[in-house]
């Protein structure tokens, strides 16, 4: 028999369409046993950046690390220098996200301490990529013993070996929530950032848990404090529902059973487009206390305007400028991939959402006047804080549906690698409902979308002089105010 040899043909110039050389001889392979040789052919400029474990296009931030391996963590790029950052500004967000918190998370005690090990020197960012890590320290490799052989129902075990061929059986790996943790401490680093330099508050909390559903306007979004927030194991600010809420909770708990839930995320403050004139001087000013540090084109005219506001006692305005863009990429849309792309995740609402299908459109409209400042304001804002895809300075806010925790201590039917038919009970410590715990991973993830969009509208919008009629100068608090708390 002649030996034969399977090639590719060529594609856009390079030598093989899979990029790899395939070849055996029919004389001495049988096609159970075959050779494959691979030698990489396709060029640098058609090669693809695929991976899936970064985020962010200006403020970028990549997580690494596995539930049952040495550690955790992310890498945060892009990153602006000269902000004081230290681990307690991530390390509030991550005792919020950690294990064992309480009787209605899993049981896993981990502190998931973190440490910054570079681009961050003497208090201060650098500007060069800053690397996190927490380590692993409560693993039980052992109780995934018949996850290595059955898939759970509903968990990503099947679909990772499906992708990769192989997959990390020890707490589901990348899948695992724990991989959570690196976006919650880039998270901390965008939120303090953004409160430093548009005053910019970024609040979620359970509305919902199982059949549990909290009335609409029982909370106050204009006073919700984190506080309140914060003031039970449930994250739900209403006491009466949060004790509903634990009892839903418990009820599957002890059965071995899980449900889901409903987080509600809200911006304050986030970064607005300005129209008219609020000050003696026509323009609208940032906070009581500023300082005017870019636009160096504008530098002399923008000091002028803030030293006025300041002596004439002017009434203050947050930093005024849209985030988003038309089309593709809108605020709301970077907000629900965000959001989407958290585990557990399985809907996401913004605004009036799935409900503003059921009103005309003179019920749904929100109309615009102006305020006692001069501000072009929304009486109502079923929009979202959203409209064309850029934030208008209303509130903004969404909700996120997340699934019942797929491994339950109850008896399910599965297969097997193999694909025999069988039943699995799973061990290990997981949550019986993931939304108390999510809270401040929705708010991570918001955060970052905001940050990122935040660079770009200076990248874009504020390279050139502005239009001081229809735009507002970027301002941002004196040094002084930068080593405050947030």
């Known amino acids: 028999m002649a030996s034969s040899a399977l090639t590719s043909k060529s594609f856009l110039g390079s030598s093989r369409i899979d990029g790899a050389s395939l070849s055996f001889d029919l004389r001495k392979s ?14 640098k400029k058609l090669q693809i950046n695929a991976a899936g474990s970064t985020f962010g296009t200006n403020f970028r931030v990549t ?3 596995e539930s049952h391996g040495g550690g955790v963590g992310c890498i945060i790029d892009g990153c602006p220098p000269r902000i004081p950052l230290s681990e307690a500004d991530m390390q509030f967000d991550l005792d919020r996200r950690r294990p064992g918190q309480s009787r209605i998370t899993t049981p896993r005690k981990e502190t998931d301490t973190c440490k910054i090990s570079s681009g961050v020197s003497e208090g201060l960012t650098t500007g060069t990529p800053i690397h996190v890590f927490v380590p692993n320290t409560d693993q039980r490799g052992f109780d995934y013993s018949e996850m290595s052989v059955a898939y759970r129902p509903s968990h990503a075990d099947a679909t990772y070996d499906m992708k990769y061929g192989v997959r990390s059986v020890q707490g589901g790996g990348r899948s695992s929530a724990r991989e959570t943790i690196g976006r919650v401490a880039a998270g901390g680093v965008a939120k303090k ?4 330099y548009a005053g910019t508050e970024i609040l979620a909390y359970v509305s919902q848990a199982h059949k549990v559903v909290l009335p609409e306007g029982v909370v106050d979004h204009e006073s919700l404090t984190l506080d309140q927030i914060e003031s039970n194991i449930a994250r ?3 006491p009466e529902y949060a004790e509903k809420m634990i009892a839903a909770i418990d009820a599957v708990r002890v059965k071995g059973d899980s449900v889901g839930g409903v987080v509600t995320c809200i911006v304050r403050n986030a970064p607005r487009n300005k ?3 609020s000050t003696s001087t026509g323009q609208m000013i940032n906070y009581n206390s500023v300082l005017v540090v870019f636009l160096d084109s504008h530098y002399t005219k923008l000091v002028e305007l803030v030293e006025n506001a300041l002596q004439n006692k002017t009434k203050a305005n947050y930093l005024a400028l849209g985030l988003g863009s038309p089309v593709f990429d809108k605020l709301e849309a970077e907000l629900a991939k965000a959001a989407m792309s958290l585990p557990a995740t399985k809907g996401f609402e913004f605004g009036s959402g799935f409900a503003g299908t059921l009103l005309t459109g003179s019920e749904h409209n929100d109309e615009f006047y102006t305020d006692e400042h001069g501000r072009i304001r929304t009486r109502t804002n079923r929009s979202g804080g959203i409209q064309g895809g850029i934030s208008n300075g209303e509130i903004i806010y969404m909700r996120i549906a997340f699934k019942p925790t797929s491994t339950i201590g109850k008896k399910q039917h599965t297969v097997t690698r193999d694909k025999k038919e069988t039943d699995i009970i799973a061990r290990g410590r997981h949550d019986p409902c ?4 999510a809270v401040p991973m929705v708010e991570a993830m918001v955060a970052l979308v ?3 969009q935040l660079m770009a509208q200076y990248s874009q919008c504020y390279l050139l002089p502005i239009n ?3 735009q507002e100068p970027l301002i941002a608090p004196r040094p002084e105010a930068a080593n405050a708390s947030v």
């Not at 049988?30 to 060029?43: A, K, N």
């Not at 993931?434 to 715990?437: E, K, S, T």
């Open 30 to 43: 049988s096609l159970s046993s075959v050779q494959i040789s691979l030698r990489s052919r396709i060029p």
């Open 63 to 65: 997580t690494f690390g």
């Open 193 to 196: 950032i953004l409160k430093l």
């Open 236 to 238: 739900c600010p209403d």
């Open 275 to 277: 129209a008219g004139n």
């Open 434 to 437: 993931v939304v108390p715990r």
């Open 450 to 452: 905001l940050m990122d």
């Open 468 to 470: 001081l009629e229809l």
